[in-house]
């Protein structure tokens, strides 16, 4: 069975910083997808940044950049000039050919000013 | 373009009564997928339907769970008695399945804003 595991229950970084958050899985398939989803304080759930296990090349949005290290199965999202609105929890999600999302426990980032 | 729409936001019932959740994907998805997420057990992919067809229910956590699909527009999650344990907030999502088959692929799934439920 696949599993996400997320070790940062909580960060904090300075406006205009830059934060990496961790994440780690576990699977036998070869053909997959990983997610970062962002959840507000007003619960909902907002796609960051998506990577499909077959690209070598590391998915990038604006501000948010992944760094997918496949051997080490190793999903990390590096957020640049951290804003305010950033703020939230943070959930990385495995993806199968089935369908199915596998979320990890989430990491709560809070940005100061 | 509309999101994924639920109804309620909130719902508040006492232990034993009938719940029913709401939820109306984007137009044009085929795949749709109801979670739940509480403190204890995180999100949980509870059912999900292609073409209005349930393809695993694994998730369901016993008989008192049931969901339907009657149209490409609109599905149900229905706590048939509810109890304090099922309070939760409940997410429906919705993706396009660009594969022809039973299964979808992993297109990315777009939330609902969730209905939090608390029961008595």
């Known amino acids: 069975a696949q599993t996400v595991t997320q070790s940062q229950p909580e960060m904090s970084v300075q406006e205009a910083e830059t934060v990496t958050l961790s994440c780690t899985y576990d699977?036998?398939?070869?053909?997959?997808?990983l997610f970062w989803y962002k959840q507000p304080p007003s619960r909902q759930m907002i796609l960051v940044i998506r990577?499909?296990?077959?690209?070598?090349q590391n998915a990038t949005e604006n501000r948010f950049s992944v760094n997918f290290q496949k051997a080490a199965k190793s999903f990390s999202l590096k957020i640049s000039d951290s804003q305010l609105g950033d703020t939230a929890m943070y959930f990385c999600?495995?993806?199968?050919?089935?369908?199915?999302?596998?979320f990890g426990q989430g990491t709560e980032l809070s940005v100061k000013p | 373009d509309a999101g994924v729409i639920q109804s309620p936001r909130h719902e508040v019932t006492e232990m034993g009564q009938e719940v029913t959740l709401r939820c109306k994907p984007i137009?044009?998805?085929?795949?749709l997928f109801w979670y739940r997420q509480t403190m204890m057990r995180g999100l949980e992919l509870l059912i999900y339907?292609?073409?209005?067809?349930?393809?695993?229910d694994s998730g369901m956590p016993e008989d008192r769970f049931s969901a339907k699909m009657p149209n490409a527009s609109f599905s149900t999650l229905k706590i048939q008695p509810s109890e304090p344990r099922d309070s939760a907030v409940y997410f429906c999502?919705?993706?396009?399945?660009?594969?022809?088959?039973?299964?979808?692929?992993?297109?990315?799934?777009?939330f609902g804003p969730g209905t939090r439920l608390t029961v008595l």
């Open positions: 990577q499909e296990a077959y690209k070598q």
């Open positions: 999600a495995f993806g199968n050919q089935g369908g199915k999302l596998i």
């Open positions: 999502a919705s993706s396009t399945n660009l594969q022809h088959s039973d299964y979808p692929n992993t297109d990315t799934q777009y």
């Open positions: 137009s044009g998805h085929n795949s």
């Open positions: 339907f292609n073409n209005n067809v349930p393809i695993d």
């Open positions: 699977t036998s398939e070869s053909n997959y997808y």
